[in-house]
């Protein structure tokens, strides 16, 4: 009895299955490569930008045409229009940017608030005349501790809250 062989595997049968593996995986990364969408190509992305300027502070208006009534001479109720003690006056004109009320009658007197576009008050006291404007005693409706001066070309009497 002859001794069992082990069979072998022929070396030429091996590399010829290696390499028809190797050009069927070529010839499958060309295909996807080849078949897949193109890509635009990416880079730096330029930012569009708005710079917003900052906002600067509000030109005085224009000097008054009206010539300001003493103190005393104030009538309690002078008509529609006619800002008066006692009137609720609404602020306008300020394009948004507010009505400045200050600590005193006059531009060097310090700031105190800020009157938003529309925002009613009442008067208090006035006219003063100082810095080539009209100035009136403002409070706030709601609370009196909001108060202080401001230029009469920026409010508007109008009815009462």
Do not use: C
């Amino acid at each position: 009895m002859q001794a069992a062989r082990k069979p072998r595997l022929p070396i030429f049968e091996m590399l010829g299955a290696i390499l028809i593996a190797l050009v069927l995986l070529l010839f499958v990364m060309a295909l996807i490569n080849f078949t897949r969408p193109a890509q635009t190509p990416t880079g730096l992305v330029t930012a569009i930008l708005t710079v917003i300027p900052a906002p600067t502070e509000t030109p005085p208006p224009p000097a008054p045409e009206n010539t300001p009534t003493p103190n005393g001479d104030v009538p309690q109720s002078p008509g529609t229009g006619v800002l008066y003690v006692g009137a609720y006056v609404q602020v306008t004109g300020t394009g948004g940017d507010g009505l400045r009320i200050r600590s005193g009658p006059g531009l060097s007197f310090e700031q105190q608030y800020l009157g938003l576009e529309s925002e009613v008050f009442e008067i208090i006291a006035g006219p003063q005349d100082a810095d080539d404007y009209i100035w009136w005693h403002l409070a706030a409706p709601y609370d009196n501790n909001i108060n202080g001066w401001a230029v009469a070309n920026f409010i508007k009497v109008v009815d009462a809250p």
